[in-house]
Structures are given as structure tokens and as C-alpha cells.
């Protein structure tokens, strides 16, 4: 029975004993205890608000990219319609120099065959001037081989000039 029931100067010097090491605890012990845990609960909290923070500007960044990301897309489609425009703008303008230089060119070989068949047409009339000249020459020299076809030739040619006069 003594095993159960402890004996009142053991159950004394226990009680004064737990009571020292609760004074001991309570004085130097829970404090230290209490201080360590309301630290690490600072440190967690502290680290939860900066993560939240960080989840925020994450968040913000994120946004942000994606209003960036939008704005690069709007200036390329823009650069694009304005390459398009240039293009375009070039390639009217080449045609247009090519019509203008194509209708330079077809005005050019105009006035040239103009100017050739004015040429082969005066080189034609001389050709038969002369023909004519040499033809009048060969016939006359035909038909005046003596003096008096010559003489009424003559006085024919100067009646026909004073009736003109």
C-alpha cells in the first residue's frame, strides 16, 4: 500500500519541490517560452503578409506583361498595316512611272516613224522629181530634134506664161 498511498513527508517535500520548479518555470521558463513562440508566430505572419505581397505584385506584373504584351501587338499590327500602305504606295508609284515611261517610249518611236516616213516621203518626191525631170528630158530630147519643133515649143511655153499673167 505504500506504493499507492505516499507517505505526507514525501507528499510535502513534492509539493514544495514541484512548486520551487513552478516559480523557477513561471519566473524564467514560460516567458522565454512565450516570447520564442509569439516570435515565430510574428516570423510566420510577417512571412505570410509577404507572400501575399508577393502573390500581389506576381499578380500585378502578370497585368502588367499582358497589357504590355497586348500594346507590342497593337503597334506590330500597326507597323504592319503601315508596311502594307508603303508597299502599296511603291508599287502605284512604280507602275505609274512605268505607264509614263511606256507612253514617253510610244510617243518617242511615233515621232521617229514620223519623221522617217517624212524623210522616205521627200526622198520619194525627189526620186520622182528626177525621174520626171530625166523622162521630160529623154521625150523632148525625142520630139525636138530639129529646129522648128523646137521654136514651137518655145512660143507655146512663153503663150501659156503671159496667159497666166
Not at 61 to 87: F, P, V, Y
Amino acid at each position: 500500500m505504500d506504493l499507492l498511498i505516499p507517505s505526507s513527508g514525501l507528499l510535502f517535500w513534492m509539493t514544495i519541490t514541484f512548486l520551487v520548479v513552478l516559480l523557477i518555470l513561471t519566473k524564467f521558463g514560460f516567458p522565454v517560452i512565450i516570447n520564442m513562440v509569439n516570435e515565430r508566430k510574428a516570423f510566420i505572419d510577417d512571412s505570410l503578409q509577404k507572400a501575399r505581397e508577393a502573390n500581389e505584385r506576381l499578380a500585378n506584373i502578370q497585368k502588367e506583361g499582358e497589357s504590355i504584351l497586348q500594346e507590342a501587338r497593337e503597334k506590330q499590327s500597326l507597323i504592319l498595316k503601315e508596311a502594307a500602305a508603303t508597299r502599296e504606295s511603291i508599287v502605284e508609284k512604280a507602275q505609274q512611272q512605268a505607264r509614263q515611261e511606256s507612253a514617253r517610249m510610244l510617243d518617242e518611236a511615233r515621232n521617229e516613224i514620223e519623221s522617217e516616213k517624212q524623210a522616205a516621203i521627200t526622198e520619194i518626191r525627189n526620186q520622182v522629181a528626177m525621174l520626171s525631170v530625166e523622162i521630160a528630158e529623154k521625150v523632148l530630147q525625142h520630139n525636138l530634134k530639129n529646129d522648128d519643133a523646137q521654136m514651137e515649143l518655145i512660143d507655146r511655153m512663153l503663150d501659156e506664161v503671159s496667159s497666166n499673167k
